[in-house]
């Protein structure tokens, strides 16, 4: 199969520069972005996995996996991911649901010139903040981390969105037909990496904790609640 390169000229990036170096990231001016908490997803988090896929919108779910996949096709998706080899990586809610996520597939043998594959999707109501972006970074580092020399993403070519993330991360492009795959050459780990890989981690496991405990004590109070205006609703009328 020949590609042909769309035209596009990939920014130059320098190691300070890269996607996931800094453990507070800048927007223009200088001014630090917000701290979303991306964490790692392990095999208890299946099921919620599969139910952010499946909640996909036919048009997301199109561009997610590059045709319309079935429900069953998604289901055989996630029960044939190997959490062991592979990484993923989820945003959750306050209410724990998990609006956005991303699968960063690692070869079965590394190799001098190792590359990881990258695929992401975010629910229809979570969009607009950057989520992509922002999981393309975590990956990136952690792909940097584990030794990944190089990073490949494999999307149609109408899925400006994901191609656009590539792009200002200094990928290069090529597109053949519907289809276009976007490689990204990743600069080596540094100690700066590994330590805000950790400390990211950390955080979002916090934060996950933080709103599991919330979410249950919304619950209770919401049963609570309930059972109080059961006991303190007036007796029926005995009015003949």
């Given at each position: 199969?020949?590609?042909?390169?769309?035209?596009?000229?990939?920014?130059?990036?320098?190691?300070?520069?890269?996607?996931?170096?800094?453990?507070?990231?800048?927007r223009?001016?200088g001014?630090?972005?917000?701290?979303?908490?991306i964490?790692?997803?392990?095999v208890?988090?299946?099921g919620?996995?599969?139910?952010?896929?499946?909640?996909?919108?036919?048009?997301?779910?199109?561009?997610?996996?590059?045709?319309?996949?079935?429900?069953?096709?998604?289901?055989?998706?996630?029960?044939?991911?190997?959490?062991?080899?592979?990484?993923?990586?989820?945003?959750?809610?306050?209410?724990?649901?998990?609006?956005?996520?991303?699968?960063?597939?690692?070869?079965?043998?590394?190799?001098e010139?190792?590359?990881?594959?990258?695929?992401?999707?975010?629910?229809?109501?979570?969009?607009?903040?950057?989520?992509?972006?922002?999981?393309?970074?975590?990956?990136?580092?952690?792909?940097?981390?584990?030794g990944?020399?190089?990073?490949?993403?494999?999307?149609?070519?109408?899925?400006?969105?994901?191609?656009?993330?590539?792009?200002?991360a200094?990928?290069?492009?090529?597109?053949?037909?519907p289809?276009?795959?976007?490689?990204?050459?990743?600069?080596?780990a540094?100690?700066?990496?590994?330590?805000?890989?950790?400390?990211?981690?950390?955080?979002?496991?916090?934060?996950?904790?933080?709103?599991?405990?919330?979410?249950?004590?919304?619950?209770?109070?919401?049963?609570?609640?309930?059972?109080?205006?059961?006991?303190?609703?007036?007796?029926?009328?005995?009015?003949?």
């Open positions: 199969m020949t590609h042909s390169n769309d035209g596009s000229k990939p920014p130059e990036q320098t190691p300070e520069a890269f996607p996931g170096n800094s453990l507070r990231p800048s223009g001016g001014v630090p972005a917000i701290v979303v908490p964490r790692s997803l392990g208890n988090h299946r919620r996995i599969a139910s952010h896929l499946l909640s996909l919108e036919p048009q997301d779910r199109y561009l997610r996996f590059g045709f319309g996949a079935s429900d069953e096709h998604v289901q055989r998706y996630v029960d044939g991911l190997d959490l062991a080899r592979d990484e993923v990586f989820g945003i959750y809610n306050r209410t724990l649901k998990l609006i956005a996520m991303a699968h960063l597939a690692f070869p079965a043998k590394m190799t010139l190792t590359t990881a594959e990258f695929g992401v999707s975010v629910l229809k109501s979570a969009r607009g903040r950057g989520y992509g972006a922002r999981l393309f970074e975590r990956a990136c580092m952690h792909a940097r981390n584990d990944i020399t190089h990073m490949v993403i494999h999307a149609l070519s109408e899925n400006t969105a994901m191609l656009r993330i590539a792009r200002t200094g990928a290069v492009v090529t597109r053949d037909g289809e276009s795959e976007a490689r990204l050459r990743l600069p080596q540094t100690l700066d990496t590994r330590i805000t890989e950790i400390v990211q981690e950390q955080l979002a496991q916090f934060d996950y904790h933080f709103k599991q405990r919330a979410h249950h004590f919304r619950k209770v109070l919401t049963l609570l609640q309930a059972d109080k205006a059961t006991t303190t609703s007036p007796p029926p009328s005995r009015d003949a």
